[in-house]
């Protein structure tokens, strides 16, 4: 059993060998998606190939059920269906509730909004209306002429300092999946490089390893 | 933990964190037939009676509640594998020993559904909990020897112990890197950084971890 003498390595083995697995893909971005303290790219592909994939599980399941399959079989297939559709849902639940989080500004950052499929575009702009319209109905509208912006705090602010910014600088961990060198500080602050080992772990700051993330050589947990 | 804002404790619940330990594949021994599944998450089967077969961890204990399979306990389950582990983090104040990362989630999973497949299996079983303990320990008193940097490397923790340290650390290492920025940032940052505003006025502490 290769698995005896090897206890990382054969995990690892079989993480590159599923990674073409959609279920895998989908895993991975969920993780990612809940790990980030920002909005990431939308998996536009990779979310239609799954519905497509659980429609037609779904179907098959009805077939077995009429034609009286072994249940035993059907359960199986039946849990296999709520796994995936749980990764799925809280996928998307997960942007959902990022997208509310930071409405304001996921609108006004061109990056952002880059990042949303076209039905989250909508329903954040909806959102945002919304609740600006909710904002000056009920209480903007009644403060003195200079402070009845939603996005600023009067008119004598310079940057819409009303619009919370997702925290950047937060830390999370990830691992990386290649050999990996980054740059620890910006901005011209003594160049200090991490360099990542496959299958390390570190805390580290998000900022750091985004690009990283978006590129697919690291995952973070 | 004192002062926590998040509604959520921790990032994953532990639940999720089991959810995500169910997809590491575990040797299992059917006693009926059966024939190949095709499942969305990947092709698994023949199931002959006898012959052993590699499954995700969700499915084997699925067959082994209905009583379909017996387990294979994987290979770092041994006693004399997991004496040694404990010997070695008893040893090493600061590193950790391998371990497959997900060993809490399937450890627990094998102890509640298929303690019968296993050899010794309350000597397999308190050794595990011994590893842990020595391992959460050894978490715990690192955590205190933090320096302020931007990327602390922890290797060979596993996904359970990680998702426990994960708000505690965050916040710490937070701090460290607000505290130690050039003084200049420190007053856009609390400003633009700042996460999203409760409506009710909180007064605002300088010191306060976001």
């Known amino acids: ?221 | 933990m004192a002062g926590q804002t998040d509604p959520h404790i921790s990032l994953f619940s532990p639940q999720e964190v089991e959810f995500m330990a169910e997809d590491e594949l575990v040797e299992i021994v059917p006693n009926m037939n059966m024939e190949q599944l095709n499942f969305i998450s990947g092709d698994f089967g023949l199931f002959i009676p006898q012959i052993p077969t590699k499954v995700p961890l969700w499915l084997a204990v699925a067959l082994k509640r209905r009583g379909k399979c017996s387990f294979r306990p994987p290979g770092w389950m041994s006693v004399d594998n997991l004496t040694q582990i404990l010997e070695a983090e008893r040893e090493s104040q600061s590193t950790f020993q391998a371990l497959p990362f997900s060993y809490v989630e399937i450890a627990r999973l094998l102890f509640d559904h298929a303690h019968d497949d296993i050899p010794d299996k309350y000597m397999v079983r308190s050794l595990v909990e011994d590893i842990r303990d020595v391992r959460l320990h050894k978490l715990e008193t690192n955590l205190g020897s933090f320096q302020g940097t931007s990327a602390v490397k922890i290797s060979n923790v596993s996904a359970m112990e990680v998702n426990i340290v994960r708000p505690f650390v965050r916040r710490a290492l937070e701090a460290f890197y607000k505290h130690d920025k050039p003084e200049a940032d420190v007053g856009r940052d609390t400003r633009s950084s700042r996460q999203q505003r409760e409506a009710n006025n909180e007064p605002r502490r300088p010191l306060r971890q976001r």
Request: charged fraction near 30%; hydrophobic fraction near 35%; proline fraction near 3%.
């Open chain 1, 1 to 221: 059993m290769a698995s005896s003498s090897e206890v990382g390595g054969s995990s690892a083995d079989y993480e590159t060998m599923m990674s073409t697995s959609d279920v895998e893909l989908l895993k991975r971005a969920w993780r990612n998606e809940k790990a980030a303290p920002e909005i990431l790219q939308y998996e536009g592909a990779l979310v239609e190939r799954a519905k497509e994939q659980i429609e037609l599980v779904e179907e098959t399941i009805e077939d077995y059920v009429e034609n009286g399959k072994d249940p035993l079989l059907v359960s199986l297939y039946q849990m296999d269906l709520d796994r995936t559709q749980f990764l799925l849902r809280s996928y998307l639940r997960v942007r959902l509730l990022k997208i509310e989080k930071f409405m304001f500004h996921n609108l006004k950052s061109e990056e952002a909004e880059r990042r949303l499929s076209e039905q989250e575009r909508v329903f954040a702009t909806k959102c945002a209306d919304d609740l600006a319209k909710h904002f000056e109905e009920t209480v903007l509208l009644k403060l003195p002429e200079n402070y009845q912006s939603v996005l600023k705090q009067s008119q004598i602010s310079e940057v819409d300092d009303m619009v919370p910014q997702p925290h950047l600088d937060t830390f999370v961990v990830c691992r990386s999946n290649n050999f990996v060198s980054l740059n620890l500080y910006e901005e011209g602050e003594s160049p200090e490089t991490v360099e990542m080992e496959r299958g390390d772990l570190y805390f580290i700051r998000y900022k750091i390893v985004k690009g990283a993330i978006e590129s697919g050589q690291i995952d973070l947990i």
